[in-house]
């Protein structure tokens, strides 16, 4: 079975920084990719970032391009640093896999997801 535990979310103040960390268990498939997706109040759910097992592929959504960075913690983890963050940025965070880099679009599983809120 496989679980995605999202953590490190939070309230921090516009220009702050905030890291997000995913531990992944129960993926077996040594081709799979990790993400994030994020879901503000009112909104559809939005891309964010997507690495490959190797980290040979990385992509990010226009939104947080040069902003946000994503990388591999371990063979079966993800964290995704945040940097001058703003109120368009408050949104549930959640974490993501999918089995080959062409769906990273549209991942299999997802986790439940962590809060982080941008508010002066």
């Known amino acids: 079975q496989v679980e995605l535990v999202e953590s490190g979310g939070g309230m921090v103040r516009p220009g702050d920084s905030v890291r997000l960390s995913c531990a992944a268990s129960?993926?077996?498939?040594?081709?799979?990719?990790m993400g994030w997706f994020r879901q503000a109040p009112g909104k559809e759910r939005e891309f964010v970032a997507a690495?490959?097992?190797?980290?040979?592929?990385i992509h990010y959504g226009d939104s947080v391009n040069g902003r946000f960075t994503i990388s591999r913690d371990s063979a079966k983890g993800t964290s995704l640093q945040m940097d001058r963050l703003n109120s368009e940025d408050t949104a549930i965070y959640y974490c993501?896999?999918?089995?080959?880099?062409?769906?990273?679009?549209?991942?299999?599983?997802w986790g439940r997801g962590t809060q982080v809120t941008v508010s002066s």
């Open positions: 993501t896999s999918a089995w080959r880099w062409t769906d990273y679009d549209t991942p299999t599983y």
């Open positions: 129960g993926l077996a498939f040594p081709g799979y990719v």
């Open positions: 690495i490959s097992l190797n980290g040979e592929n």
